[in-house]
C-alpha cells in the first residue's frame, strides 16, 4: 500500500513562494510517475503539474508554467512542487498522486493516477 504525504503548505502573500512536498512510502516510488493537483473552493479539481518516473519529463499546467518547478528525488523517495510568484487564484488544497509505471494515455488526466495524499492548503493573500 503506498502512502503519499504532503507538507509545506500555507499562508503567503501574493509574489512570495512556497515549497510544496510529498513523501512516499510503501512502494517503489522510483518507478511511479508523480502528479500535483489542486482543488479551489467550488471548483473541480484540475492539473498543476506532473513527472514521469526518471524526472526527465516534466509536464505543467498553463497556469504555473514560468512559476512552479516539479522534481523528484528517488533516493529520498520524495517529490517537490517549488511555487513562485504565487497569485491569489493558486489559492487551493494541494494534492499529489502517484501511478503505477503502466501506460499512460494523459498525464494530465486524474483518472490516470492510483494513490493520492491527503492534500494541503494553500492560500494566497492579495
Known amino acids: 500500500q503506498v502512502q503519499l504525504v504532503e507538507s509545506g503548505g500555507g499562508l503567503v502573500q501574493a509574489g512570495g513562494s512556497l515549497r510544496l512536498s510529498c513523501a512516499a512510502s510503501g512502494g517503489t516510488f522510483r518507478t511511479y510517475t508523480m502528479g500535483w493537483f489542486r482543488q479551489a473552493p467550488g471548483k473541480e479539481r484540475e492539473f498543476v503539474a506532473a513527472?514521469?518516473?526518471?524526472?526527465?519529463?516534466?509536464y505543467y499546467a498553463d497556469s504555473g508554467k514560468g512559476r512552479f518547478t516539479i522534481s523528484k528525488d528517488n533516493v529520498k523517495n520524495t517529490m517537490y512542487l517549488q511555487m513562485n510568484s504565487l497569485k491569489p487564484e493558486d489559492t487551493a488544497v494541494y494534492y499529489c498522486?502517484?501511478?503505477?509505471?503502466?501506460?499512460?494515455?494523459?498525464?494530465?488526466?486524474?483518472?490516470?493516477?492510483?494513490?493520492w495524499g491527503q492534500g494541503t492548503q494553500i492560500t494566497v493573500s492579495s
Open positions: 513527472i514521469n518516473w526518471s524526472g526527465g519529463g516534466t
Open positions: 498522486a502517484a501511478k503505477f509505471p503502466t501506460t499512460i494515455r494523459n498525464i494530465r488526466d486524474q483518472d490516470e493516477y492510483d494513490y
